[in-house]
């Protein structure tokens, strides 16, 4: 797995959302792009943020699976959803 660095993952690991990581541990996702679209999950992992920012995902519906997704193909549930 590429490198990520400490202080970029601590932020993902404590919540703190930043301008080049949007998303954090545990945020509610659903996949708004590729053959998993419109499923839900939890992020669960901040795999790389170069070339491009992307996560592990745990799905939350079967076929339970965890799933590699960019940044740009997952966007934030509302809490009420």
Same mark, same amino acid.
């Given at each position: 797995?590429?490198?990520?660095?400490?202080?970029?993952?601590?932020?993902?690991?404590?919540?703190?959302?930043?301008?080049?990581?949007?998303?954090?541990?545990?945020?509610?996702?659903?996949?708004?792009?590729?053959?998993?679209?419109?499923?839900?999950? %939890?992020?669960?992992?901040?795999?790389?943020? $170069?070339?491009?920012? $992307?996560?592990?995902?745990?799905?939350?519906?079967?076929?339970? $699976?965890?799933?590699?997704? %960019?940044?740009? %193909?997952?966007?934030?549930?509302? $809490?009420?959803?």
């Amino acid at each position: 797995m590429p490198h990520v660095p400490d202080d970029v993952t601590q932020d993902f690991f404590t919540g703190r959302k930043t301008a080049l990581v949007r998303f954090s541990i545990n945020d509610s996702v659903v996949i708004t792009d590729g053959p998993h679209k419109g499923r839900k999950g %939890s992020v669960v992992v901040l795999r790389s943020i $170069e070339p491009c920012v $992307e996560f592990t995902v745990e799905l939350g519906d079967q076929p339970y $699976e965890d799933i590699t997704v %960019s940044q740009d %193909s997952i966007m934030l549930l509302a $809490e009420n959803s």
